[in-house]
């Protein structure tokens, strides 16, 4: 009767997918909804048969093939879902559907063979124990896709954060614009001395001026910083340091007396333009 009920479900798998399609509402901008284009709609149908294709293998013997199927279905449905940026909670509520209709038509074979009522339920038990399958290989293909876009968007914006600007072949700025939090200030302290490295840069210029707001942790990491970067023999000069990051850093006992410091980038690089060649 697996077998039976398997291919009844394959040979209306269109009519399963039909109905699923009725019973989307209006949703403004999400692919489920119901004024969603052709070409949405046509998706929608391929991934609709392939998700009863998948809840179907599990009447078969064949393990393997289900296991197969939910592989390709979850990186599948996950990936499409992750492109047109579909909340998860959206793809769970389309999926509860799906098994809403698929369950309809389990129902009709079962009224039209005499289906006894221990065989359907070893078939709720394993129809809905592939369904919870389903979610649960979606919910981890999806995290794991999102969480990789946004650890690598948060690098890309660390990265333009913190910008090394070659202005000359020994000279670079370090533009620091928005607010320095604790863990931006540890990124810059890491990061830099290697970027100072790879651009051959031997005089940094740490520009402030656009630094609004600046905590005693972050004084302290700047401090660092530059000594960090003279022991690799690479000279820092500070620009733009506001009055309140000034009284921060006095607060704390930095000496920054013996760092060359500009009350604007643009009179520190004319001072830097006058100072000696040495050969």
Sequence with gaps: MDQELYQYLVEHLNEITDEWLKMRDEKNGSVYSKDANTDT???LRKQNELTNMTVSSVLLEDKDKFNE?????AVTVAHSRAESQTPIYEVLWALSKVREVYWRFVERFSNANNITVSAMGEWASKINSAFDQLNIDFAEKYYNLVTRRLVSQQNLI???SSPVIPI????G????????????AKL???TIPGKCMESQVDHLFIDLSGVSIIDTMVAHEIFQLIQVLGLLGVQATLTGIRPEIAQT?????LN???IPTYSTLRLALENAEKEPVIL
């Excluded at 000359?168 to 000279?171: E, I, L, N």
Aim: no cysteine; hydrophobic share 40%; glycine share 6%.
């Design 188 to 190: 810059i302290l890491e």
């Design 168 to 171: 000359s072949q020994s000279k």
């Design 249 to 253: 850093s006095v607060q704390l006992g």
């Design 41 to 43: 709609v046509e998706l």
């Design 173 to 184: 700025i370090l533009p620091l614009i928005g607010d320095i939090d604790t863990l931006r």
């Design 69 to 73: 199927q939910l592989e390709q279905w």
């Design 256 to 258: 920054f007396s013996q």
């Design 158 to 160: 660390s990265e333009l």
